[in-house]
């Protein structure tokens, strides 16, 4: 099956640096999505980007399908942007089933 | 908009007994849903695919007659944990995929479920 990897897994920010975060998929992909999975558990949608660049406010990502990666770039960041980042494929022809890394746990310090 | 709840958000339950959990979206129709478990500290992993009036599709290794399924509108998705035991203990996670949209998914907030 399709392999998604993440890098780092872990990373420790001062507040108000910058990072990015990785992901790489093994194959075509007609789907990815970046979530924010919060300390509650509940997973928010920051982008659904399986093509392209996109933005939103402090956050920004970018997927270049062809040599299959995405990138999720946090700007000035906050404690609140502690939590695991999870990116997640669809492959090419596999309806809507999603494929998860294993996430990326970031831990934004005052 | 695509507003995804579950219910409920967490539940205690005896060894052996049953346990159903709802998965609901508010505001908009989902031909498909997912349901998804996750250990501590893990990734998710998708237990099935639920579609509106049809049989639910099982991944690999996962009991059909233990996670019972059903998609009986456009907008509910039921998980019935059957004969529950402690090692069926963890973080059960639906999402909806937007009917006629691109595919992109939802979460629900999860449910935590601890089998004694």
């Known amino acids: 099956g399709i392999q998604v990897e993440q890098s780092p897994p872990d990373l420790i920010l001062q507040e108000g640096a910058n990072s990015t975060l990785r992901c790489n998929f093994s194959d075509s992909v007609n789907n990815l999505q970046w979530f924010h999975q919060n300390p509650w558990g509940q997973l928010i949608n920051l982008f659904y980007i399986p093509s392209g660049t996109k933005q939103n406010g402090r956050l920004s990502a970018t997927t270049v399908a062809t040599e299959r990666y995405s990138l999720l770039y946090i700007s000035s960041s906050q404690t609140t942007d502690s939590g695991v980042y999870f990116c997640?494929?669809?492959?090419?022809?596999?309806?809507?089933?999603?494929?998860f890394g294993k996430g990326i746990t970031l831990s934004v310090r005052p | 908009g695509a507003v995804v709840s579950q219910h409920p958000s967490r539940v205690i339950c005896k060894s052996g007994t049953s346990v159903k959990i709802e998965c609901r979206s508010l505001d908009f129709q989902a031909t498909t849903m997912f349901w998804y478990r996750q250990f501590p500290k893990q990734s998710l992993m998708l237990m099935a695919t639920s579609n509106e009036g049809s049989k639910a599709t099982y991944e690999q290794g996962v009991e059909k007659d233990k996670f019972l399924i059903n998609h009986a509108s456009l907008t509910l998705s039921t998980l019935t944990v059957t004969s529950a035991h402690p090692e069926d203990s963890s973080f059960y996670i639906c999402?909806?995929?937007?009917?006629?949209?691109?595919?992109?998914?939802?979460f629900g907030p999860g449910t935590r479920l601890t089998v004694l």
């Open positions: 999402s909806a995929v937007l009917a006629g949209g691109k595919n992109e998914q939802f």
């Open positions: 997640a494929v669809v492959i090419s022809g596999a309806n809507s089933k999603l494929t």
